[in-house]
């Protein structure tokens, strides 16, 4: 294989990640955060070496805060009417 033509599959593939992780962000974003606490609670573990456990605090989604929302946009409640 011609190393030109594997950068342009490795480019690729690397545009159809990141495609890929977009839209699972923003049509998911609860199974996404799901996803994101489950690979890092394993890593964040005492007694884990200190390199996985900052792997493992990156890895982890921001803490939530306890709205009442679902956590994602806060935009999906109804507005309320307007008074004219």
Known sequence: ???????????IAAAVLV?????????FPNAVRRARIALAI???REGRASW???IGRWV??????????CGGCN??????????
């Open 1 to 11: 294989m011609d190393v030109g033509l594997l950068a342009q599959y490795l480019i």
């Open 19 to 27: 495609s890929a992780w977009f839209v699972a962000r923003r049509q």
């Open 42 to 44: 394993p890593l964040v």
């Open 52 to 54: 996985l456990q900052r």
């Open 60 to 69: 982890a989604p921001p803490a939530a805060l306890n709205d009442g929302s």
């Open 75 to 84: 935009s999906c409640e109804p507005t309320q009417p307007r008074q004219h």
